[in-house]
């Protein structure tokens, strides 16, 4: 007996346009990963009816890509991604919106999930993606005194020295 | 060499020349030396050393199986493994150091007493390995002293075991103290103090373009990776 195979979106989708109207978003798909497209202007109001109407109550993922040099890539140069998980349903869904050079800034996810702090300060601290609206935007991974954002592609991988100024402890000294 | 005293350095005791306790030093010093006691204090030290494991990667894992039964580094007297500096008397950096852990490897460094010695184990705390990147050091030697390098990736067992007999046979000579690294390493540091100049965390380089793949600042010039070699 084989299963009808239903949209797992469409519950969302149905929400989506009733409260949001159409125009806010695109989308593409890869495999089974629904991703939406959003401007960052409209981004907090998709997702917060996501979260208030749509039931994702759980921010699973948030991270950036520097699209430098991607090739094929039209769109902006930065995006960050957000992965949503609907704990009833087990619905997945990600969202895109994107940023440019100079000063990306996007507003902050924290106050719709906790969760976001750490993940916009990682992402603050690799692409220098500023978060408008959170509490405590420094640097997680790298020292505090790092000036340059290593994970955009346009710093060199080997870098370019920042802490090889260090002080170094001589025999007579240590 | 003198027991009682620091003899130079900023760690040195201020004391002036010619008191009771320099002569009474210098006394200790020479008695020793006439019966054969310094050779003593050496064995005694090279027999009991306490290692300080500072395990960051798959290096450490190697560590734990000599500190085991098979390999059993308690048969050449090293087997204590204190998790406090201020215990131990040889640092074993066993694995990559980043360069935030960087100057916690250092105050560890600082707070080891005197006398002490150093292992850096392992191809990524010697050169950095194969994490040649803006984040990991490209060797600890570059920021403290290292008495016995150990290559591989990670070592046998049997290559740290060699190392321990090495430095044993270094501090028998008495010679840890002031010993003479490799030319390239002298270049490094005689290029270090223009570099220090510039505080921490402000890029020096448009990028890492004038080193060499082991991590060291060539005094001849550019030498980008790959291209040195071909010559």
Redesign the interface.
């Given at each position: 007996m084989s299963q009808a195979v239903t949209d797992p979106h469409a519950t969302t989708f149905k929400t989506l346009a009733t409260v949001l109207g159409d125009g806010v978003f695109s989308t593409s798909q890869y495999l089974d990963n629904l991703r939406l497209h959003v401007p960052a202007s409209r981004l907090i109001e998709l997702l917060t009816v996501l979260k208030n109407q749509c039931g994702f109550s759980f921010l699973a993922e948030l991270g950036g890509t520097d699209y430098l040099g991607y090739p094929g890539h039209t769109r902006h140069r930065f995006e960050v991604h957000y992965v949503l998980l609907n704990i009833d349903t087990t619905e997945r869904l990600i969202v895109k919106a994107g940023v440019d050079d100079p000063n990306p800034t996007l507003p902050s996810a924290y106050p719709l999930w906790r969760g976001a702090d750490w993940m916009e300060r990682e992402v603050y601290d690799m692409y220098g993606i500023v978060f408008e609206g959170h509490p405590d935007l420094r640097r997680i991974?790298?020292?505090?005194?790092?000036?340059?954002f290593?994970l955009r592609k346009d710093?060199?991988?080997?870098?370019?020295?920042?802490?090889?100024?260090?002080?170094?402890?001589?025999?007579?000294?240590? | 060499m003198a027991i009682g005293l620091p003899k130079?350095?900023?760690?040195a005791i201020d004391v002036p020349e010619n008191t009771i306790i320099t002569r009474l030093d210098a006394t200790i010093d020479k008695l020793l030396d006439q019966v054969g006691g310094n050779q003593i204090i050496n064995a005694a030290r090279k027999y009991s050393l306490w290692p300080m494991p500072f395990a960051t990667a798959c290096c450490g894992i190697e560590l734990m199986a000599v500190g085991a039964s098979r390999f059993d580094i308690a048969r050449f007297g090293a087997e204590v493994m204190r998790f406090s500096p201020r215990q131990c008397d040889l640092l074993i950096v066993a694995g990559r150091v980043s360069?935030?852990m960087?100057?916690v490897l250092?105050r560890i460094?600082?707070q080891m007493p005197e006398p002490k010695w150093s292992i850096s184990m392992g191809a990524c705390a010697s050169t950095g390995g194969v994490f040649?990147?803006?984040?990991v050091v490209q060797g600890v030697d570059?920021?403290?002293?290292i008495d016995v390098y150990i290559p591989g990736c990670p070592p046998r067992p049997e290559q740290i075991l060699r190392a321990l007999l090495d430095l044993q046979t270094k501090i028998q000579k008495g010679s840890s103290?002031?010993s003479k690294g490799l030319p390239e390493v002298f270049d490094a540091?005689r290029a270090?103090p223009e570099?220090?100049?510039?505080?921490?965390?402000?890029?020096?380089?448009?990028?890492?373009?004038d080193?060499d793949r082991f991590?060291y600042r060539l005094p001849g010039g550019s030498a980008l990776?790959g291209k040195n070699e071909a010559k």
């Open positions: 991974l790298m020292p505090e005194e790092f000036t340059a290593p710093y060199p991988l080997r870098g370019r020295g920042e802490r090889h100024n260090f002080q170094k402890l001589s025999r007579e000294q240590s | 130079s350095g900023s760690g360069m935030k960087l100057p250092q460094w600082l040649d990147t803006y984040a570059r920021f403290i002293p103290l002031g540091e270090l570099k220090q100049i510039v505080p921490a965390g402000i890029p020096f380089a448009s990028e890492r373009g080193e991590g990776l």
